[in-house]
């Protein structure tokens, strides 16, 4: 229709409708067509004696054969809230692969060096059940998909549990210090309560989210490093009953470590790697994240002072920053964990060499492993483990 002057004038009859063809395109009808790209083309011929022409054309894949896909003979033993690797061979016509626990999936790599193998690096998250399953799959965008299953068995591991009464931590300072922007309405323990679960969540969305960044490389050389002489004073998977007045208000699950030495103490980068966060990021306050490449990725938060900047590369020990309070953080230390595409996983297993050779690099062959270096002390030699002061 045409408009104007208030009034619409119809420009069309209003019978007219698009014209749509339903037609099928497959080796039956086309035994020429093999697997791999083409093009549809649809052509338009005007019915007068000009015979005039028009034609777009789509990029299509040409999917003869349904996926397929083998996987390793290795056994794979996996700790609850940790981490493992899973190779295995896709054929056919096949777009994505990957490992699915549960609902989750995670991304596959060619494997280098071994033309036709792909791997993944997956995680058991802390709070699945012991009997989720587990699998690799290979599929494509017409909803032919393949799916088969590996050795595996699964360990349980019983976290902590802890109660921390609000009148304890100054709330005031902390709550004011990270609602500087969005001024969440209600008393002081509704705003604590506010950003401890739902931007909690939103800024582990955040750190989720920036597994899209990983480098599709090796950018990590062997075990990761702990920040030693440190006291660990929060586990990873820590469950968390916070209190006010005797009273429940929040309950919560910290996947970290928290690692206290000297105030505004040097933090080392784990492993070598590209920073792709170093800004303020909500609960974790100054917050800076390495990718390790394929999807591996190590967090540090509550910063006091930042000695690196996004895009720049680190180097395993490299001081990155100072350890502080900001964010959600009663005292002076470092936040640290580390995730495996987007879940965050128990970093003691990255620490221990031993883990590190069996679990990942014996599954990549010697031709590819990511560590010439020789094995540091294993990572419960390095840390305190102590009561809270």
């Not at 058991?124 to 393949?146: C, E, F, K, Q, R």
């Not at 088969?148 to 019983?158: I, R, S």
């Not at 931007?199 to 920036?210: E, I, Q, V, Y």
Request: aromatic share 10%; glycine share 8%.
């Amino acid at each position: 229709a045409v408009e104007q002057d208030g009034k619409s004038y119809p420009a069309i009859p209003k019978e007219s409708k698009p014209l749509e063809y339903n037609f099928s395109v497959g080796k039956q009808s086309q035994a020429a067509l093999h697997d791999g790209k083409a093009r549809l083309v649809v052509t338009a011929v005007s019915n007068d004696l000009r015979r005039n022409t028009d034609s777009i054309g789509l990029d299509v894949d040409v999917m003869t054969a349904p996926p397929h896909v083998v996987a390793d003979g290795v056994q794979h033993y996996i700790n609850l809230g940790g981490s493992e690797m899973a190779t295995f061979t896709p054929s056919g016509a096949w777009t994505e692969a990957g490992v699915k626990v549960g609902d989750q999936t995670f991304r596959s790599f060619p494997l280098p060096n071994h033309p036709g193998q792909y791997f993944s690096l997956f995680a058991y998250s802390w709070n699945l059940p012991l009997d989720t399953p587990i699998s690799v799959y290979a599929s494509n965008p017409s909803g032919a998909s393949a799916k088969t299953t590996f050795w595996y068995k699964v360990f349980p591991k019983k976290f902590r549990a802890s109660t921390i009464t609000l009148e304890s931590m100054n709330i005031d300072r902390i709550v004011n210090q990270i609602d500087t922007q969005h001024k969440v309405p209600g008393d002081l323990v509704q705003r604590f309560v506010y950003i401890n679960s739902v931007m909690r969540k939103k800024n582990n969305k955040t750190l989720a989210d920036l597994r899209l960044q990983s480098e599709p490389k090796f950018l990590w050389t062997g075990a990761f490093l702990p920040m030693v002489d440190s006291t660990v004073e929060s586990r990873f998977a820590d469950d968390r009953t916070y209190t006010w007045q005797v009273k429940k208000v929040d309950e919560q699950t910290h996947l970290g470590f928290d690692l206290a030495k000297l105030a505004h103490s040097p933090i080392p980068a784990s492993n070598d790697g590209r920073v792709i966060w170093a800004q303020d990021l909500g609960i974790y306050g100054n917050c800076i994240v390495i990718d390790h490449g394929y999807g591996l990725q190590t967090i540090y938060g509550h910063l006091s002072e930042f000695l690196v900047k996004k895009g720049e590369m680190v180097k395993k020990g490299q001081t990155m920053g100072k350890t502080g309070s900001t964010g959600l953080a009663g005292g002076d230390h470092l936040h640290f964990t580390m995730q495996v595409d987007g879940v965050q996983v128990n970093a003691v297993e990255w620490w221990d060499p031993h883990w590190v050779k069996d679990r990942i690099l014996s599954k990549m062959g010697a031709d590819i492993a990511p560590s010439a270096e020789p094995e540091p002390a294993p990572a419960h030699h390095a840390v305190k483990r102590r009561k809270k002061h």
